[in-house]
């Protein structure tokens, strides 16, 4: 499985940036699916995580209401749709992708850059 990760980008506060997950070797609904970020200087956050495909989605508190998650099942992709942007949403971004009950991601892409200025 390979995870392509894609449309980060340079934005202004209040903007709005849609992010893409290409998911390749098995449909994406198999895996529990999430976004992280990483912002410089801080840890890894967990932004959204599904139980399977975008099943029950949870957000962290710090995008609830500005991001949210879709998926586009014929390019089995999955999309993160940022509302709002925030300079402190600076960060790379990455997908990651793990099996049902698994506990840890075994699957990642390679993260997009995404710029909010003030």
């Given at each position: 499985v390979?995870l392509?990760a894609?449309?980060?980008g340079?934005?202004?506060?209040?903007?709005?940036?849609?992010l893409s997950?290409t998911?390749?070797g098995?449909?994406?609904?198999?895996?529990?699916?999430?976004?992280?970020r990483?912002?410089?200087?801080?840890?890894?956050?967990?932004i959204?995580?599904?139980?399977?495909?975008?099943?029950r989605?949870?957000?962290?508190d710090?995008?609830?209401?500005?991001?949210?998650?879709?998926?586009?099942?014929?390019?089995?992709?999955?999309y993160?749709q940022?509302?709002?942007?925030?300079?402190?949403?600076?960060?790379?971004?990455?997908?990651a992708?793990?099996?049902?009950?698994?506990?840890?991601y075994?699957?990642?892409g390679?993260?997009?850059?995404?710029?909010?200025?003030?």
């Open positions: 390979q392509q894609s449309g980060g340079l934005v202004q506060a209040g903007g709005s940036l849609r997950c998911v390749s098995r449909t994406l609904t198999y895996y529990g699916m999430a976004w992280f990483q912002a410089p200087g801080k840890e890894r956050e967990r959204v995580y599904t139980v399977r495909g975008i099943m989605p949870s957000y962290a710090s995008v609830k209401g500005r991001f949210s998650i879709s998926k586009d099942s014929a390019r089995n992709t999955l993160l940022m509302n709002n942007l925030k300079p402190e949403d600076t960060a790379i971004y990455y997908c992708a793990k099996a049902a009950g698994d506990p840890e075994e699957f990642w390679q993260g997009t850059l995404v710029t909010v200025s003030s």
